[in-house]
């Protein structure tokens, strides 16, 4: 997405905008999780798909950051969501 973003920025055509858009879309409907309760949005750090069973996966599991937090995926969201005002 975040290339999708910077090729619209650079040319203005809104077909890499609708990329951007769509993929953005796709984040939040597939990769997070919103804790009510808190208020706070987390996003997975994956999808394991097998068929039509869909198991996300919150937590890396590789040893340096096991049962953390990962949210290094929303800046994407957030620069593939942003329109220049220009």
Same mark, same amino acid.
């Given at each position: 997405? #975040?290339?999708?973003? +910077? ?8 077909? !890499?905008?609708? @990329?951007?858009? $769509? @993929? +953005? ?11 009510? =309760?808190?208020?706070? /949005? #987390?996003? #997975?750090? @994956?999808? =394991? /798909?097998?068929? $039509?069973? *869909? +198991?996300?996966?919150?937590?890396? *599991?590789? @040893?340096? &950051? !096991? &049962? ?10 957030? $620069?593939?969501?942003? $329109?220049?005002?220009?």
């Amino acid at each position: 997405m #975040y290339g999708f973003a +910077t090729a619209y920025m650079m040319t203005g055509d809104e077909r !890499f905008l609708e @990329g951007a858009e $769509r @993929g +953005t879309e796709y984040l939040r409907e597939h990769m997070r999780f919103l804790d009510v =309760d808190e208020n706070i /949005v #987390y996003w #997975y750090h @994956g999808i =394991d /798909v097998h068929g $039509r069973q *869909e +198991t996300k996966i919150f937590a890396s *599991e590789f @040893g340096d &950051d !096991f &049962d953390g937090i990962p949210a290094y995926e929303q800046i994407y969201a957030l $620069r593939g969501r942003s $329109r220049p005002t220009a």
